[in-house]
């Protein structure tokens, strides 16, 4: 018997990268060769080592036919004799097996647990929660001493699991219980798939003419922008600005989301609304310049927090803008958070009320559609609304927000939303007034009003001389 197995250089890097790191990650463009080469490392692993069995997993059935199955037969012929239908196994000669399996829920995945496999290969991996990874790798296990278990994904940006891919693959931010040695990276690019160019030479000009957004995911692999991205038009250039501490003339605010477990997050931040004009035009720029975030604390740590590192700054904010599930009297009738974080500010602001919940704002899709007014551009070329430097939490968790795949109006809650929960819960409560889009000539020049060092090493400034200079 023999097989001919044809691998270009970058399938090849990642293939061999793959007998090194228990978790390798080929990803990144379309048309990179993905897919071929899981099906080509699952045929060299499975003749090299006799008796061990690899799984094939994609989200659902028909992408699991139309990808891989079909394939496989038409690459290695001689499978299709080896192929039992009903498992949807091929056992080959040497008594190993390739399995194909397609993980439409997340809770599917919960059937693998006590079984065994040499090899586990997830194609397009950021379509699933993270959880199925974690769950799927403890399935990996072997009595060969000669074969060492390991994990193979394949992806593309966006998706569930686009987050946590990026966080573990491409930023390499790493938790405690992760071991950074685990897991590899290999970049793929349409440029690489040197077949799939002579083939079909047109096809990187489809991708070019995409969106701007697909086009960056899918022609250059670009995981800061992706297909789904809730809040595709945040950018680093236009909405965060170096940490600054408005004038305290202006309206100063809180807004914040509830959590305490592990598995969820307190966020709150300090606004300042601040008063611009352009040419004639006025409008409110909202600037979110301080954050707290964080789990595990009660609601008077939480508050006992908030009230110092305001003082510390010297702002007294007028109210606060909070989670619905703040407000709610709890079932065993005692004090809403609401109220705790209140009495608490008043017990150290010498018994005067220190400020005051408002009423809460609870429909999401609402929320959405304004948040997208407020990262529209300003005439001065930023957004109506800014986030400062000071705020890293919801810097980092904003752009990987997805849509809701049932509710298209909505984010995907199984996300890390709690920054952009925190964050928003004020924003809906502030006049936007949208200047009318025109032809404006953007200039920048020094600030040379006047700065102070503040808390934190923050500098403190006049937000409407600051913003002057950018005319």
Request: charged share 30%.
């Given at each position: 018997m023999e097989i001919r197995i044809t691998l270009q250089p970058k399938q090849r890097e990642s293939i061999k990268a793959s007998e090194i790191y228990p978790i390798e990650f080929f990803g990144g463009a379309k048309g990179g060769g993905k897919s071929y080469?899981?099906?080509?490392r699952q045929v060299l692993r499975r003749l090299k080592y006799a008796n061990t069995r690899g799984l094939i997993v994609r989200k659902t059935y028909p992408e699991l036919l139309a990808n891989h199955i079909y394939p496989f037969f038409k690459e290695y012929p001689m499978t299709v004799q080896w192929y039992n239908r009903s498992e949807k196994k091929i056992h080959y000669p040497n008594g190993s097996t390739t399995e194909?399996?397609?993980l439409q829920n997340t809770d599917d995945v919960y059937t693998y647990q006590g079984r065994?496999?040499?090899?586990?290969?997830?194609?397009?991996?950021?379509?699933?929660?993270?959880?199925?990874?974690?769950?799927?790798?403890?399935?990996?296990?072997?009595t060969n001493p000669f074969i060492k278990p390991r994990m193979y994904l394949t992806g593309n940006p966006g998706g569930k699991g686009h987050a946590e891919i990026k966080r573990i693959f491409i930023d390499r931010d790493f938790k405690p219980d992760e071991n950074p040695e685990d897991y590899h990276f290999t970049q793929a690019f349409v440029t690489d798939n040197r077949a799939l160019m002579e083939n079909d030479p047109e096809y990187i000009e489809r991708?070019?003419?995409?969106?701007?957004?697909?086009?960056k995911a899918y022609l250059e692999g670009d995981w800061n922008i992706f297909t789904g991205q809730a809040?595709?038009?945040?950018?680093?250039?236009?909405?965060?600005?170096?940490?600054?501490?408005?004038d305290k003339d202006n309206d100063h605010y809180l807004s914040m989301d509830w959590g305490y477990s592990s598995k969820s997050l307190f966020a709150a931040y300090l606004h300042a609304v601040v008063p611009m004009k352009h040419e004639g035009a006025n409008y409110h720029r909202d600037i979110a310049y301080k954050e707290w975030a964080g789990n595990q604390k009660t609601p008077d740590m939480w508050a006992e927090e908030i009230f110092y590192g305001c003082k510390k700054i010297g702002i007294h904010p007028s109210r606060v803008e909070p989670d619905s599930a703040m407000l709610n009297t709890n079932t065993d009738g005692s004090k809403s958070i609401a109220r705790v974080m209140e009495e608490k500010w008043k017990e150290l602001n010498g018994g005067v009320n220190w400020c005051r919940f408002n009423p809460a704002t609870k429909n999401r899709v609402a929320r959405v559609a304004l948040t997208?007014?407020?990262l529209s551009l300003a005439p001065d070329g930023l957004g109506y609304a800014l986030v400062t430097e000071s705020c890293p939490y919801l810097i980092k968790s904003l752009p990987t927000l997805i849509y809701d795949e049932h509710k298209i109006d909505d984010v995907d809650t199984t996300g890390d939303d709690h920054g952009w929960d925190g964050w928003s819960y004020g924003l809906v409560k502030v006049k936007f007034t949208a200047v009318k889009a025109g032809s404006y000539t953007i200039k920048t020049s020094e600030y040379k009003g006047k700065l102070s060092l503040a808390g934190d090493g923050q500098l403190a400034i006049d937000p409407k001389a600051f913003f002057k200079t950018l005319h």
């Open positions: 080469a899981i099906r080509a194909f399996s397609y065994e496999y040499e090899d586990i290969d997830v194609d397009e991996v950021t379509q699933h929660d993270y959880e199925v990874i974690k769950i799927l790798r403890s399935s990996l296990r072997t991708l070019k003419d995409l969106p701007e957004h697909l086009r809040f595709s038009e945040f950018s680093k250039l236009t909405h965060v600005i170096k940490p600054l501490i408005p997208h007014n407020w």
